[in-house]
């Protein structure tokens, strides 16, 4: 049994009425829930009577099983908020309405309906975007802040018919209708979102009075942890379940860091206002950490304004914490590698060591060099299903099967087991097949030739058996799985093995509630699913209880470790910068007491300091001054706020350069050394990711066109006509313009039959807006004019959409079918034009506009002889790379989803 201190005793015995613990960091906020569970049984409460509600699973059966070794019977009442509310909706839902046996939505069906509803309704403010589908996860990430802030649709309708801002009030008015469509559909299938478990539950108790008086009678007592979390919605159903009796709520206004799901850190004042007999008390005293942790943690949260009071303190010794200052993110990941190894040595267990991160993305250069050193790691949470690279092999092979000329799946299929085959071979076979399908090239070399015909021979019976039959014969024929598991350790192959075997069940699953169970049908499926990037958790790893542990810092919540790694503390990392607004809810929609928008800086504080707090006695702060891409990055400002605990709580240390070794190059191409040709785009591409820009120019590796990168083919094409017909005298009306058009979509294969309705409408609408606006009243004098100049050492090439003749010179026009360009982009962009137009086309002076035809805005950008040497010497820097063979990856969340690399490349998040 664990033995609490004087606070905590005096906290959990406090005798009637209503009670809010504030307890800091460290202070046994569970231990005094599970003490007061205690003394109500030994009072003669029922346990059953007892309802305890947290925040996650993992809280709930800490508590459970804390609260159940303490008082030697079961806790019947401990669950999760969401737990809690389906059991209830189950037994009492049809009260309101809830329809009995109801499903709940979650995941990647949840997105993929409201994917479907998006495009059935076609509203251009959603589906007129550049990239549609990108909308939907976070249209419905401000559904979930509605129903967690019991925000009535018809309000948020309302604020949007009157909104000033004209573009985001249409926009709001979209998700309103998409939102009511996708509450009709769920009603007609007998779904219930997640998230309306709460809003429902929350209806039911307070629209059925004897529904409400039932469960207040059946549960007296109410407790509940970690307050700060809780979002509006599951306050309410505290207040009600609890409303005239004593509940009994612990939390810390300092470490509330899920903003993101609607929490609040003023949750713990307005319990007050809903209780406001309540009696507070404060737990000061921290039971984990080392003196000198305490004290620069506190140092930091001291800088958020409106704290509850509190006074941190611990009677613990421990090493002064570190504050690493490293050239670079490869010197940074290796000297926490190197660190961690020492400790080990030292004799420090390895499972007692964690590195928590910001984002996933940052924790992938740090595994990578713990690897490097030999110490066993884990990153938890750091792939997800469908990123595992087993689930990667067996999506490959299967598209193989779909489409044997999809050279990227090919491409993975080769070079990884059962083949294994050497990359720079296999993609030499692949490029230079001349007019050869892409798998007889592979069956006329020796070392891929068996294999390309076992897949020839699945993919001609892939017509004739459902894809559960076909995916065993994939399996049993290819012997992927015996093959893999001879080049993992134990543990990693028995994973894998149970990866693959739930993919198999996936694939049941689908199949038993579809009649259409072809592979075709499947692999639409499949692609929604990877779309919506929905993912569900890997299998678990056995035997990797030993190893340092990897992972975010929201993922640490409730953890603690000896010594504790938090890289990436720089400006824009931690603290990240605000999200855009485009999709936050009006904070006049929200109820009084909710906070509209909270401080995002003051939350990035909060997230870090739960990261110091993690930490029992060794605790180290890293950043680095350049992370992939080349620019400077600022120190975090929450460093400086840090070092004023002091210097003898606080050591600085700068971390020289050490052997970390470049990756190695990439062959140039498979022809020598040609001279260097780039345009634009891949100028862009390069910068972005030199390893993209391998693959697609040097590789060569064709794609499939996105539907959106088809429909911008369309545009491009009709306005060219369009231009054709101008500079030829003849007006361009409305009739004309649409016909063009008709033409044009008539001639080309759209990629996405379901979609294509929509997409044609849009180009209409986009189209007939800039005609109306004067964008072809004048008469051309170029249209998709080339250029080609040499520049330093490399030749530029490019194509521009239009040019007119001016009184003043020469007007340069770019068409944009999709978002306005970055001012970076933007800029490099006009400048290799103007680059182009001067010196290849002899034209002089010239204006430079682009034409951004989804949103009807056009920008005029000025160029100057600064910014052509600017972009010239960009275009050098990348020349210089290509001939050099550095084509290293730099991967990035959203980057590696859009790349249509993603599956073939190993790097990719």
Not at 250 to 262: A, E, H, K, L, M
Not at 604 to 609: F, M, N, Q, V
Not at 846 to 869: F, K, N, P, Q, R
Request: charged share 25%; with cysteine.
């Amino acid at each position: 049994m664990i033995r609490l201190d004087a606070e905590q005793r005096a906290a959990a015995a406090i005798g009637r009425g209503p009670v809010r613990v504030v307890a800091g960091a460290g202070t046994g906020k569970t231990a005094v829930i599970a003490e007061r569970f205690r003394r109500l049984a030994k009072a003669g409460a029922p346990p059953g009577s007892i309802l305890v509600m947290t925040f996650t699973d993992r809280a709930a059966a800490e508590m459970r099983e804390r609260i159940e070794d303490l008082t030697g019977s079961a806790a019947p009442g401990v669950g999760t908020f969401h737990a809690i509310a389906l059991s209830w909706l189950r037994a009492d839902g049809r009260a309101i309405g809830v329809p009995a046996g109801f499903r709940i939505l979650t995941g990647a069906d949840r997105w993929i309906l409201a994917r479907e509803l998006m495009w059935q309704l076609g509203d251009l403010a959603l589906t007129g975007d550049e990239r549609p589908d990108d909308l939907v996860a976070p249209a419905l990430l401000m559904l979930e802040r509605l129903k967690q802030e019991l925000v009535p649709l018809e309000r948020l309708g309302i604020w949007a018919r009157e909104a000033e801002d004209r573009d985001r009030g249409e926009l709001m008015q979209a998700c309103v209708r998409l939102f009511r469509a996708y509450e009709v559909e769920c009603r007609k299938q007998r779904l219930v979102d997640f998230e309306d478990l709460l809003a429902l539950a929350v209806r039911m108790l307070e629209q059925r009075p004897q529904v409400l008086e039932a469960y207040r009678a059946r549960y007296p007592h109410v407790l509940v942890d970690e307050y700060q979390d809780l979002n509006l919605a599951q306050e309410r159903l505290v207040e009600l379940v609890a409303g005239g009796g004593e509940p009994f709520v612990v939390g810390d206004d300092d470490q509330s860091i899920y903003r993101f799901r609607g929490a609040s850190r003023a949750s713990l004042e307005r319990f007050r206002n809903a209780f406001p007999a309540a009696t507070t008390v404060t737990l000061g005293r921290n039971h984990r950490s080392s003196r000198r942790i305490v004290a620069a943690a506190s140092a930091l949260v001291g800088h958020n304004a409106d704290r509850l009071p509190k006074q941190l303190r611990s009677g613990r010794t421990g090493e002064k914490v570190q504050v690493w200052a490293c050239p670079d993110g490869a010197i940074e990941a290796d000297a926490i590698a190197r660190e961690a190894a020492r400790l080990i040595a030292s004799g420090l267990p390895v499972a007692e060591i964690a590195v928590l991160c910001r984002t996933n993305a940052i924790a992938r250069p740090i595994a990578t060099a713990l690897a490097a050193h030999g110490v066993p790691h884990v990153v938890i949470g750091g792939h997800g299903f469908h990123d595992r690279p087993e689930i990667k092999d067996v999506v490959a092979l299967l598209r193989v099967l779909r489409d044997p000329g999809d050279v990227v799946a090919i491409a993975r299929a080769v070079t990884r087991p059962p083949l294994s085959l050497d990359p720079d071979q296999a993609l030499a076979v692949l490029r230079d097949r001349k007019d050869l399908s892409p798998l007889d090239a592979l069956k006329a070399w020796a070392p891929a030739g068996l294999f390309a015909h076992l897949l020839q021979t699945l993919a001609a019976q892939a017509a004739e058996l459902d894809v559960r039959d076909l995916f065993f014969e994939l399996m049993e024929r290819t012997r992927y799985l015996d093959v893999l598991s001879t080049t993992l350790e134990g543990s990693e192959a028995a994973r894998a093995v149970a990866n693959v075997s739930r993919f198999a069940e996936l694939i049941a699953e689908y199949c038993e509630v579809q009649a259409d169970r072809s592979l075709q049908a499947y692999m639409r499926h499949l692609d929604l699913v990877l779309l919506s990037q929905e993912d569900e958790r890997p299998a678990e790893v056995e035997g990797l209880a030993d190893a340092v542990q990897v992972m975010t810092i929201h993922q640490a919540k409730g953890l603690e470790f000896d010594g504790v790694f938090v890289p990436g503390l720089v400006e824009g990392r931690l603290p990240q910068s605000g999200r855009s607004p485009r999709f936050e809810l009006p904070a006049t929609v929200l109820e009084p007491l909710v906070r509209g928008r909270e401080d995002v800086i003051a939350e990035e504080r909060r997230l870090l300091y739960v990261a110091m707090t993690r930490a029992r006695r060794l605790l180290y702060l890293t950043r680095a001054s350049h992370y992939e891409g080349g620019r400077r990055w600022r120190d975090s400002r929450f460093l400086e706020e840090v070092r004023q605990a002091g210097t003898r709580t606080v050591e600085r240390r700068d971390v020289a350069e050490d052997r970390v070794s470049p990756p190695p190059a990439l062959p140039a191409s498979g022809e020598g050394a040609p001279a260097v040709v780039l345009s634009y785009s891949s100028i862009a591409s390069y910068r972005d990711c030199p390893r993209q820009y391998w693959y697609r120019h040097v590789q060569r590796l064709p794609v499939v066109q996105s539907a959106e990168a088809v429909q911008g083919v369309i545009i491009h094409e009709t306005l060219r006509r369009a231009g054709e017909a101008r500079r030829a005298g003849a007006d361009v009306t409305s009739s004309m313009l649409r016909a063009l058009h008709h033409d044009v979509w008539g001639e080309t294969t759209f990629p996405d039959p379901r979609r294509a309705a929509t997409f044609e409408r849009n180009g209409v609408e986009q189209l007939e807006a800039y005609r109306k606006r004067g964008g072809l009243d004048a008469r051309p004098e170029f249209l998709e004019q080339s250029f080609s100049v040499a520049v330093d050492g490399w030749t530029l090439n490019g194509i521009i959409d239009r040019i007119d003749r001016t009184a003043e010179g020469w007007h340069i026009i770019d068409y944009k079918s999709g978002r306005p360009l970055a001012r970076g982009r933007r800029d490099l962009q006009v400048a290799l034009y103007a680059l182009g137009a001067e010196s290849a086309l002899q034209l002089d002076p010239i204006e430079l506009e682009i034409v951004y035809l989804a949103s009807g805005t056009s920008t005029s950008v000025d160029h100057s002889s600064a910014s052509v040497a600017e972009a010239a010497k960009q275009g050098a820097e990348v020349a210089e790379g290509v001939r050099s063979g550095r084509f290293d990856a730099r991967p990035d969340r959203r980057r590696c989803r859009l790349c249509p690399y993603r599956l073939v490349c190993a790097d990719a998040l």
